[in-house]
């Protein structure tokens, strides 16, 4: 990033991550206690486990691919 | 609207995320050039994407969903024929002058190509308009959270008065923005801005698939809506035959050629994160990079409108169930404005009498501004609610930095430097660009809030606005393709097509409009049937005398040597050579597949 040698791609793969974790466990919580939020539709799709999942995916590889080398002296 | 503490969470984080962004790069901003041109040293993705991201603001996001709710897929035209051939013609045939010319900004350039007066007509008023957008941008911001009720649970919980609601969302906002930009400058801008392009597709495309799931796919939302809601040409020979009531000379050539090419190849907005590349080679490839997402984006952004408008209108109703012998009446109750408007977008309720306000024909008023927000309340559960909300803010303060980083510059460069201290230190024209940037947050705060006491301030900025810029592309034009085009040529026909747009905003009138600030102020001369027509032909009006009065001043006055103009104008400046790329690595090849996939994309949903 900027000379940094920390591309900007790894921070979007750690943001993506760390957001497709939250909402794939937080979806978990939902489909198994059955307490979805009122009014919302299709909540028996479980959206937030099949997102939450592809996101931390598309941001783990991002992470992989873009992790900051390690300098050798 | 509840939020969880894992909504919560996901915004939280994006902003220490953004702050993050602006605090590590705070180290690298040692030159005026880190600052306000980042280094000229990203590569062209990084461009790419930002370039696409400096337009998403607040207009595209909500505006376009509300385009899609009001006019349908006719509303992709913005895409196929504004954004798409225009992002290639400056990206093949403009970069090399802005990049080659080595100009710090658009106004600068107009001073390289014709003279001190031009620049400092365009410098003021861009200076002007990006400050008063940004403000826009935060008072947009400020009205949908609170029309969202987001911070409505956190400020209950701690006591404050709900009031505050507006004034903490501008200062929040405000805050934010200002520091990101006034420790990392454009680069800053730029990441976020790409970080704001993914959130905007993971908040946004679940959407898409539910709303499309939930009314039968495709199919099913063209069962439910007009079929002239479904078509991009159907019905455009006529104004009377479509959605937008335009027809198709004004559609092509004030949407296609002049508006969207006056955006897209002369705004410094866009232009500046094309400029931070780090050679021409990438500078050329940054809007045809930005064109291949765009390509796809109304299916993002209007598809949500589209789909609010098709789904069914909620209405309040009660279940009874019997459960071991206990009668239960589970009653939704849904608000009048929602039961009164058409699928998810609300009607427009009159806060004093209750009732549904009405246009001049007697129909209720829809609020087509929530078509897309209320898509994001009907679908999406915890989680991935704060995501696409997140999505939402992002878009606006990216809209907000964009904006600022661009006065910041212009500011800088075109008025403090070229007129007020001339021949200071690089250290200080950077600390000038960083209290630039605080006085442009400070402004569009004052924006914002003069908007809540202006009702139509807002309309009013933008017509300003429509004004300023339907001309300005002829002046480009001319002054990139013609040797002849002279300074006084390009000033008299600014000053001129901005006045002819004032008189023609004047003397027509939208059917089922009051004059004022819709037009007609001065007489009624011409109704066309839609804002949107009026628009698009008093862009063509505005360009067409600039672009005479240009040419014709510019017969009567002296040009430039041609020695001057190598590098400026198009037929005195080298080609570039791409002959070390192979053919389908080069600019032209890429422009060309762009071209084929549009044109694909407009026949199949013609």
């Known amino acids: 990033m900027h000379g940094s040698g920390i591309p900007i791609w790894f921070f979007i793969g750690v943001l993506l991550t760390v957001y497709g974790v939250m909402i794939f466990g937080y979806g978990i919580v939902e489909a198994v206690t059955g307490n979805y939020p009122p009014l919302v539709q299709l909540t028996n799709l479980h959206t937030p486990i099949w997102w939450g999942g592809i996101l931390g995916l598309i941001g783990l590889f991002y992470i992989v691919k873009f992790r900051p080398k390690s300098s050798s002296k | 609207m509840k939020l969880t503490l894992v909504d919560w969470l996901i915004m939280l984080l994006y902003f220490v995320f953004v702050l993050g962004i602006g605090f590590a790069l705070k180290r690298y901003m040692k030159t005026s050039k880190d600052f306000f041109q980042a280094g000229r040293a990203l590569p062209a993705w990084i461009c790419g994407l930002a370039f696409i991201s400096a337009n998403l603001g607040a207009q595209e996001v909500i505006g376009m969903g509300a385009s899609g709710a009001k006019y349908g897929l006719e509303t992709a035209h913005f895409y196929g024929i504004g954004a798409i051939p225009a992002m290639i013609f400056v990206g093949i045939f403009m970069m090399p002058f802005y990049y080659g010319s080595k100009a710090r900004s658009v106004p600068e350039f107009l001073r390289l190509r014709f003279d001190e007066k031009t620049r400092a007509l365009n410098a003021c008023s861009f200076a002007v308009m990006t400050v008063f957008s940004s403000g ?25 008065p709900p009031q505050g609601i507006f004034t903490f969302s501008i200062v929040l906002s405000a805050v934010i923005v200002l520091l990101y930009i006034f420790l990392g400058g454009l680069t800053s801008a730029i990441y976020n801005e790409v970080l704001q392009f993914f959130l905007i597709i993971a908040g946004f495309l679940p959407l898409v698939l539910l709303g499309l799931k939930n009314i039968g796919g495709w199919g099913g939302l063209k069962a439910s809506l007009p079929v002239a809601y ?15 009531g335009i027809e198709i000379i004004g559609l092509g050539m004030g949407l296609g050629f002049v508006l969207g090419s006056g955006y897209w190849c002369t705004d410094f907005l866009v232009i500046q994160t094309a400029m931070a590349s780090k050679d021409m080679e990438s500078a050329r490839r940054v809007p045809l990079i930005a064109a291949v997402p765009k390509m796809f984006f109304p299916f993002l952004v209007i598809l949500p409108g589209l789909l609010a408008i098709g789904l069914p209108t909620p209405h309040t109703t009660t279940v009874v169930r019997n459960e071991a012998g206990v009668i239960y009446h589970d009653t939704t109750i849904v608000s009048k404005e929602v039961e009164e408007g058409r699928g998810l977008v609300p009607a427009k309720i009159n806060p004093v009498t209750g009732k549904p306000m009405l246009d001049a024909s007697g129909k209720p008023l829809l609020d087509y501004d929530m078509a897309t927000p209320n898509m994001l309340l009907h679908f999406f559960p915890t989680g991935i609610l704060g995501l696409g909300l997140t999505a939402l803010m992002a878009s606006f303060m990216s809209g907000m930095a964009g904006n600022v980083t661009a006065f910041n510059t212009v500011f ?20 000038v660009g960083r209290w630039a940037t605080v006085g442009g947050i400070l402004f569009s705060i004052a924006t914002a809030f003069a908007a809540i006491n202006f009702n139509n301030i807002m309309d009013t900025l933008q017509l300003v606005f429509s004004f300023v810029n339907a001309p300005l592309f002829a002046t480009f034009l001319l002054g990139m393709f013609w ?9 008299a026909g600014l000053i001129a097509g901005t006045t002819g747009a004032m ?16 037009g ?11 804002d949107m027509a009026q628009n698009f032909w008093g862009a063509i009006f505005a360009f067409s005398i600039n672009f005479i009065v240009t040419v014709v001043v510019s017969l009567f006055t002296k040009p430039h040597p041609e020695s001057e103009l190598v590098g400026l104008v198009h ?10 790329l192979k053919w389908w690595k080069r600019p032209e090849a890429l422009a060309v597949a762009i071209l084929l996939v549009a044109v694909a994309l407009n026949i199949f949903f013609a």
């Open chain 2, 483 to 491: 040797k002849r085009a002279t300074g006084h040529g390009a000033f």
């Open chain 2, 136 to 160: 826009i941008s935060m008072y947009a911001m400020a009205r949908l959270i609170q029309a969202l009720h987001i911070f409505d649970g956190l400020f209950m919980a701690l006591g404050w």
């Open chain 2, 230 to 244: 479904m078509h991009e040409w159907k019905g455009v020979m006529h104004a009377n035959t479509n959605p937008m």
């Open chain 2, 520 to 530: 007609g102020w001065i007489t009624v001369l011409h109704n066309y049937p839609s």
């Open chain 2, 503 to 518: 008189l023609h905003h004047g003397l027509t009138l939208p059917i089922e409009a009051h004059t004022g600030i819709h």
């Open chain 2, 571 to 580: 037929s005195l400046t080298p080609k570039p050579s791409h002959a070390h």
């Open chain 2, 412 to 431: 800088t460069y075109d008025l403090y430097q070229s007129y007020i201290h001339k021949g200071a230190s690089d250290r200080h024209y950077m600390a």
